[in-house]
């Protein structure tokens, strides 16, 4: 009986010790599972329909291990199908919501297909919870500038900027959001200038532009022409063709690239322009580029531009300079943004020429060695929805000969449609 008693003791324990064995080599079993499907999802060239089969496996091993149920439907996100992603994404958050994860990626895919009720329902959902989550705040913005209702997006960028009102990222991630939101516009600038000196001007120079805008950045057209008058008659004008392009490479970091071209003396021959940004924590941005612009006579002229910005709430400050051989100019700018990405009072300081001055750009190279000031004010608004209006006026001082002076006014208007 003493001898059975133990043997029987003995084998119970040994029952248990290797229960105990499975469920560890199972726990294991799935906790690598979900790091093989992580870590190919890091891959360049990921397989998803692969990380498909292992986290159904896992789904199957580990019934309630949420991770598996929110790595099907990034993977069958990623393989367009949105049905199954979305029924795996509201799982995961029914069962329990604080996986964050799964209300970006649900957000995200109401964007994309554009069902902009739901997304807002999600967005509030996911507010109610995670009330300091600056995040869901501004996907919420984007749902209704998406849909072109301005009245309750002016309404809720007023309480994300009450709610943070010392935090100088907010105005930053407000025109990253703005930056990757997928609009279209189409536009008309004219800019008229008087020269104070006798015989000298006006000056005509008009563009129209189209604008395409999507998540990975942006893509404008533009053709310009230009007319310089000089005693009543004709002194040059012409054409340009100019491609501008921002783009996004990662969080906190794009690029912008400029590329111009003509054949008529009124404005350079080429102009290419590089910059690389980089936003910092707190609102602070910086840049570093160059710009190259080959003259009519074939002569050139190259720049580098160095530029440092930062948000305070509803402020953007910015100075860039530009070095070049001949010297070095600035240019302070300074917003201050009322409402949305589109309404805005701008002031503009600077010494010196600036490449990006497209108003003066056939005169570059000649006012390289000269001194000129500058001082701009601007105001843009969003009317109705759809049209962005714009109007700017600039007093440029350029010196023309030594310790002579002659003014330049600008008057500038800008007529938008986005869509």
Known sequence: MKYDRILHTSLMIWIILFSVQNIKAQKIDTDSLLTVITNNMKNTHPDYKLNIQRALLGKKTAPDYLDFYLALGRNYDLTNAKDSARYYYNYVIDKNPKYQEAFIYLINLNIDEKKYDEGIAVANKAIELYPDEKVYRLKRIAFYSLQNDTE????????????????????????????????????????????????????????????????????????????????????????????????????????????????????????????????????????????YILMNDDSDVKTLNIGLGKYFGSYWVN???????EGTSLTFTSRYYYKTKFDYITLIAGYGTSPDDKTRSADYESRLSLKSYRLSAGFFKLIKSHYIAGFMITDNEQEYAANKFQTELDFAFLLQYKF
């Not at 025109?175 to 536009?187: A, H, K, P």
């Not at 120079?205 to 893509?219: A, E």
């Not at 057209?221 to 100019?242: D, H, I, P």
């Not at 100075?319 to 051989?325: A, D, E, K, T, V």
């Open 152 to 291: 309750n997006e002016a309404k809720y960028l007023k309480s994300i900027k009450a709610k943070f009102p010392n935090d100088p990222e907010i105005q930053q991630l407000l025109y990253e959001l703005y930056s990757q939101i997928n609009m279209d516009r189409v536009g008309v600038y004219y800019n008229y200038t008087t020269i104070s000196r006798d015989g000298i001007g006006p000056w005509h120079l008009g563009s129209v532009d189209y604008l395409r805008q999507r998540s990975w950045g942006s893509l404008i057209g533009k053709v310009s022409y230009a007319k310089r008058l000089s005693a009543n008659s004709v002194m040059t004008s012409g054409l340009q063709f100019e491609a501008e392009s921002y783009l996004f490479a990662k969080r906190n970091n794009y690029s912008y690239i400029d590329v111009a071209y003509s054949q008529d003396n009124a404005f350079p021959k080429l102009r290419l322009g590089y910059s690389y940004f980089h936003n910092f924590n707190k609102g602070w941005e910086a840049d570093l580029g160059v710009r």
């Open 319 to 325: 100075l860039r300079s530009y070095i070049q051989s």
